[in-house]
């Protein structure tokens, strides 16, 4: 079992590989970032945990009942302006890789043991929750 990265068609790839994910940000690499998040967002192939994470007021503790979305809506005006935000750019790294880059191989290794071996979950984990 391991965490995986959503598939990305060809053109999705090709944005994905060009944008320099922990490099400055030029007015090219925030317009691929949008341009990706906006195919992602409209080709509906966000896994909904992700999606959740960025849009549920309930993930968003201590967002005084708004989601990271609301937040960074009202902060920048427009969906549009958003999407091109330095702060939305690791978002979309994490919709398509999930946790991987951000939490360490032993945190993540943690998790995948516990739910193979279903510690504490009482069977409830499914695969399809894993993804």
Not at 17 to 39: K, T, Y
Not at 41 to 50: A, N, S, T, Y
Request: charged share 30%.
């Amino acid at each position: 079992m391991s965490i995986q990265q959503i598939e990305l068609d060809e053109v999705e790839q090709g944005l994905f590989d060009s944008i320099i994910w922990d490099g400055p940000n030029s007015e090219d690499q925030m317009e691929r970032s949008a341009r990706l998040a906006r195919l992602l967002l409209e080709g509906d192939r966000i896994p909904r945990h992700r999606m959740d994470w960025l849009k549920n007021p309930h993930s968003n503790f201590g967002g005084y009942g708004r989601s990271r979305f609301q937040r960074m809506f009202a902060e920048y005006g427009s969906v549009e302006r958003t999407l091109r935000s330095d702060e939305f750019k690791p978002y979309i790294r994490y919709f398509v890789c999930g946790p991987i880059f951000i939490l360490p191989q032993s945190t993540i290794d943690g998790f995948i043991r516990i739910f193979e071996d279903d510690h504490g979950t009482s069977g409830q984990v499914k695969e399809e929750d894993l993804k």
